[in-house]
């Protein structure tokens, strides 16, 4: 929700289900909303031709979450965010964030994403991301997907991926809705 042309309001969820092998005839299995959180952006500056915009973030997750995915605290996100256009056709977004769940130690989280755009309202995508903290790194992960925007304040996403590099490797499918209210004319 655009507030004015730098401040936007969002909030998110993730309804999951999964299931993880334990042995190999012993199989586990988990849904409910998995991610539930309320964020404030704000756009330093938008990006103009091939200088990247960025954006600050903060995230606050809410204690909705439904059973194994509940932790006792929610967590806290600071991030940062840039987009920059590489070609006519070429974009690329990345996202620094540090998550606090409660421990004295945060994680580190990074995401890289390369679109491609097929037209005014279709584009393709493929990203990279993975978590550090001071005791593990995750395995990294890779995911693809394509984005249409239906007008100027809806889009639909859908996009699959994994952790390949596991012994026991997961993977999910996901899909969603974007949409952008406007308080006033004008207003991005």
Request: charged fraction near 15%; include cysteine.
């Amino acid at each position: 929700m655009g507030v004015s042309n730098k401040v936007e309001l969002s909030i998110a969820g993730n309804y999951t289900s999964q299931s993880y092998t334990i042995t190999p005839l012993n199989y586990g299995y988990n849904d409910g909303f998995s991610n539930a959180l309320a964020a404030v952006r704000v756009n330093l500056c938008k990006k103009k031709g091939y200088l990247p915009g960025v954006g600050v973030q903060y995230d606050m997750g809410l204690n909705l979450l439904s059973g194994d995915f509940r932790g006792k605290i929610p967590n806290s996100i600071f991030g940062v965010a840039t987009a920059q256009k590489i070609s006519e056709k070429f974009g690329l977004v990345t996202n620094s964030r540090f998550i606090w769940n409660g421990s004295n130690q945060p994680s580190y989280e990074y995401v890289i994403n390369l679109s491609y755009a097929l037209g005014d309202k279709f584009s393709l995508f493929v990203e990279h991301f993975e978590t550090v903290s001071k005791n593990s790194i995750d395995n990294p992960q890779f995911d693809a997907g394509f984005a249409f925007l239906l007008n100027n304040d809806i889009q639909l996403d859908m996009f699959g991926g994994g952790d390949f590099f596991n012994q026991n490797p997961t993977w999910f499918i996901s899909a969603g809705i974007s949409t952008r209210i406007k308080f006033k004319e004008g207003s991005q």
